[in-house]
């Protein structure tokens, strides 16, 4: 059963900006280390990389229904590669305290990148009671 779904945007270049004004300090209040290094290993499209990892922060939260409130960190929505490159969330901290709480089980998630534009579609399931 689909217990949310989220959406966001964020222009890549607003990412860029925020890399070259606030550097590692942004970087490292709001990302992952392993969202850090896997965008930082590729400097060319590190701003777009965070861009997308951004979005599915947005994303996610609209679907725990907190915004940035009820103690949810950035780092708490962590957006890794998944196997062939898919990406994958992985909820830490008060994030994940709250997905259980809601039942949601699974999260898929799309990123894309076009017209200077990131853009995260999220799905949150309660596949508890899902029988095939």
Known sequence: MIVGVGV???PVERI???????????VRRVYTEQEREYALSRPR????ILAGRFGVKEAVMKVLGTGKSSGVLWRDVETVRGEKGKPEVRLH???RE????????????SI???GGM??????????REVTR
């Open 98 to 109: 709250l997905a259980e709480t809601l039942g949601i089980t699974d999260v898929h998630v």
């Open 8 to 10: 966001d945007t964020v």
């Open 118 to 127: 990131a853009v995260a579609f999220v799905v949150a399931e309660d596949r």
């Open 112 to 114: 894309t990148h076009d």
């Open 45 to 48: 499209r590190a701003a777009e």
């Open 93 to 95: 901290g008060r994030a």
């Open 16 to 26: 860029r900006r925020l890399l070259e004004k606030f550097g590692d300090r942004f």
